[in-house]
Structures are given as structure tokens and as C-alpha cells.
């Protein structure tokens, strides 16, 4: 039923999650079943587990690999010297994207299997988790600038592609390929990243035909005007004298593309337009960026080949990539554990959810980017962040702080709920950056 459902689209794939499965599967359990040939798992059911529940699986697939090759460096160890139990690197603030492709290039295969832990140059933070999530933050923060011009932003969709080049260079190719092991990076070590795919990249990475659609999420314009030749007359279409090419703008360098074989001299017809419609289609997603998107998926794979991704939904995987974009902080107070003497009856943390409850969606991401070193909300959201309020003395003049690793905040007992408000803003405006204080 399921797959004749993939096939002709009666009913949302969200249908087929089965609620009393993902309440009362054991994961933990499943999966080492579902990695043994012929053993009963419901792992082995992938349309029944609703998106939360497939990356549980992904995160319990990455906990047995990175401890078998824990363990394995230990046994290397023992018999050819001394090997790092992690996969480490170690980066300048300033140079992040050289720093991270050059080190990784040296990596091999099961070293990206390990446990990641990042280091920036001249800082002292440790890493349990929130460096790696700042890392991640900054990094892609430079791969999508305009210092690269790898990807391109659409002004109507805020969607990034891959800026069409008839010939990427080789730094440019192997600035794809970093992109793609990131994401893969991401995934492993289940970190949420802030980035504007369309749905179509994630299609293309599970190989997944994109179509018309696609195009008008990506690119709202390009498909109005396309779908407005399908309106047109014979007479009209004639007038246009438009053929089968496309012209577009490579590095400042204006080139043309044909859509078929001798497209130069084919006219636009009646009788040809759903091809062009088409055609057009697949040059904006395939033709335009074929070795880039070649270089960035065999990035991705190189970590994520053979995990449970592959069984995923492009709408979950992109859920798994950037988290769910409902900031539902009633959610997140709900979830919220509290340390050191505060309840959530004390009047400071009273005074602080009506202060936060006051926040835009921009000084609430903020609040989430200081406490945890990443703004962008999990999958299930903020009901499943693990986040502690705790308290850091009485009242004083001190700044909150955070130890990010653990998603905890660290919260002075003010006298006031407009000290408060002053202090914590104060903090969030100000949070960048693992050095001692």
C-alpha cells in the first residue's frame, strides 16, 4: 500500500507513521536487530517511523560507530603507537573554510567515523559538543557568503543553488565536496545547521527525480513565465522566435546552453513546449551544475553512504539538515529542567519566561545561539531540547552565562525583572566566542 501510495499520491506520506509504534519502539534495541540479516525490526519499515524516530535511529547508528572505532584506535594503539581516539581538527577563526578542507582531505575514511571534536587556534573551550556547534554555525555561515560564490540566494525564495559554471574550478569543486561532507559531518554527530537548501537537493541526494515543482519553490519568477508559454497561442509562440537555448550568467560571463541537440535552430512550438517546460526544468537542477552537485554529493556519501538516511524522505532529511522552524518557547519551558535551588515557581524564572515570552523570533534564536551554541530548533521541536536553567548566585551585576555543551544556562537570582531583561540582552548580544573570561 505504501509503495503504490509513493506512486500515485492519494494520501500524505505522514499517514503511514504508526503512533504506537514510534511511542514504544526501543531504538536502542531495533537497531542492532535491523543491522543482522533476516532479524525482525521495525527499523526495517522506514514509512512507519515518523522523522523524530529515524533520527534517534541515525543518532544510535552513529553511537555504535563512533564507539567501535573508539575502540579500534585503542587496539591500534596498543600494536602501532599512539592514534587519536577522535576526529579532530583544529581551525582558525579566520580561516575556516582552508583550514577545514585541508584537514579533511588528509582524513581518511574511518577517521570521519569518530567522534568529532573541534579546536579553535588561540582559544581554550573543550569541546563536549558546543564548539562543534559553533563551528558548524560559522563555517556555514562562510560557504554561503558571497566571498565564495559557490551558491546563490534567490531574492523571492531566500533558496541557495549552485551558481551555473560551464567549468568550476578546482577550488570551487573541492569547496562543493567540503560542503557536502559538512552536512554529512552534521548529520553524523547530530548537529543542526542553519542553511537554505531547497527540497530539490535533498531529492537529488536520496535520487530522487526533481520535476516542475521543484522549480517554482526554488525559483517563483522563471516558473511563472515558463508556465505562462504553456497559455500561449501558436501565432503568439511564433512571434516570440524563441528556441531551445538558455542564457546564463557564468562568473560575469554571458553563455548560452542548448536544451537538446540542436537547440540553436528548434523552434519553440505549440507541439514542443512541455519538452522545453522540461528541458528548462532540468538544466536550472542538472545540466547547470553537474559536476558541482557531483563533487558535493560525494562529499555527503563519504559519510553517510551507508547510513540510515537512505531511507528517508527528502522533507525528513531536511528536517534532519535544519531542524523545524517553529520557535514554540511554551514548549520549550514546558520541557525545561531546573538546578542549584531554582523551580519554576521561583520568581526569577517566572520573571525570565515573561521576558523571553516579550522576545522576537530573532532575540528568541539568539537566546537558543547563547545557550547552546545553535539557534536552530530539533526535530520534534524545543519540547525535545534537553535545557537547564540553574542558578549562578544571588543577586549581582553578573551576565548570565552558558555552558553550551550542555545546553545550560546559567542564571544570577535578580531582584528585578527589568535588571533581568537588561543583563540577559546584554549576554545574548554578545555571546561569540569560546574564550576565558
Request: aromatic letters at 12%; charged letters at 25%.
Amino acid at each position: 500500500m505504501n509503495s503504490y501510495n509513493n506512486t500515485h499520491k492519494l494520501v500524505p506520506y505522514s499517514a503511514f507513521y504508526n503512533d504506537a509504534v514510534n511511542e514504544h519502539i526501543d531504538v536502542v534495541d531495533d537497531v542492532p536487530r535491523f543491522r543482522v540479516p533476516e532479524s525482525m525490526s521495525f527499523c526495517s519499515y522506514p514509512f512507519l517511523l515518523s522523522p523524530t524516530t529515524k533520527s534517534e535511529v541515525i543518532k544510535a547508528e552513529s553511537g555504535i560507530m563512533m564507539r567501535t572505532e573508539l575502540q579500534d584506535s585503542f587496539f591500534r594503539a596498543m600494536f602501532s603507537g599512539v592514534t587519536c581516539p577522535y576526529l579532530v581538527l583544529e581551525v582558525r577563526r579566520d580561516s575556516l573554510v582552508r583550514d577545514t578542507l585541508y584537514q579533511l582531505d588528509l582524513k581518511l575514511s574511518q577517521d570521519l567515523r569518530k567522534q568529532l571534536k573541534v579546536r579553535f587556534v588561540g582559544e581554550e573551550g573543550v569541546d563536549e559538543g558546543g564548539v562543534q556547534k559553533e563551528f558548524f554555525q560559522l563555517i556555514v555561515r562562510d560557504v554561503f557568503s558571497s566571498k565564495y560564490g559557490i551558491f546563490k540566494a534567490n531574492e523571492e525564495s531566500q533558496y541557495h543553488w549552485f551558481i551555473p559554471q560551464a567549468n568550476p574550478t578546482p577550488d570551487a569543486l573541492e569547496e562543493m565536496r567540503l560542503t557536502g561532507q559538512l552536512i554529512g559531518l552534521a548529520v553524523y554527530n547530530a548537529v543542526i545547521l542553519d542553511m537554505h537548501f531547497p527540497p530539490a537537493l535533498y531529492k537529488k541526494l536520496l535520487g530522487i527525480r526533481v520535476d516542475r515543482d521543484d522549480l517554482k519553490e526554488v525559483d517563483p519568477s522563471l516558473y511563472h513565465g515558463l508556465a505562462q508559454l504553456m497559455l500561449l497561442s501558436a501565432e503568439e509562440l511564433e512571434y516570440m522566435e524563441r528556441t531551445f537555448e538558455v542564457e546564463y550568467d557564468d562568473m560575469g560571463q554571458l553563455r548560452t546552453h542548448e536544451l537538446i541537440p540542436n537547440g540553436a535552430h528548434t523552434m519553440l512550438t505549440v507541439d514542443n513546449r512541455e519538452v522545453f517546460f522540461d528541458k528548462y526544468v532540468d538544466f536550472v537542477f542538472n545540466s547547470s551544475c553537474a559536476r558541482q552537485f557531483t563533487e558535493f554529493k560525494a562529499g555527503f556519501d563519504r559519510i553517510c553512504s551507508m547510513s540510515y538516511v537512505r531511507f528517508m524522505r527528502p522533507q525528513e532529511l531536511e528536517l534532519l539538515v535544519c531542524g523545524c522552524s517553529d520557535l514554540d518557547f511554551g514548549a520549550l519551558e514546558g520541557a525545561t529542567i531546573y538546578d542549584g535551588g531554582y523551580s519554576k515557581d521561583a520568581q526569577v524564572i517566572q520573571h525570565f519566561w515573561k521576558v523571553v515570552g516579550e522576545f522576537s523570533d530573532e532575540l528568541k534564536r539568539k537566546l537558543l545561539s547563547f545557550a547552546t551554541s545553535s539557534d536552530r530548533v530539533p526535530i520534534g521541536g524545543l519540547g525535545k531540547l534537553h535545557f537547564v536553567i540553574a542558578k549562578n548566585g544571588g543577586d549581582s551585576d553578573r551576565l548570565p552565562t552558558s555552558h553550551t555543551c550542555f545546553n545550560v544556562l546559567l542564571l544570577p537570582e535578580y531582584s528585578t525583572i527589568d535588571k533581568l531583561r537588561e543583563r540577559l540582552l546584554t549576554a545574548i548580544h554578545n555571546s561569540e566566542g569560546f574564550g576565558m573570561i
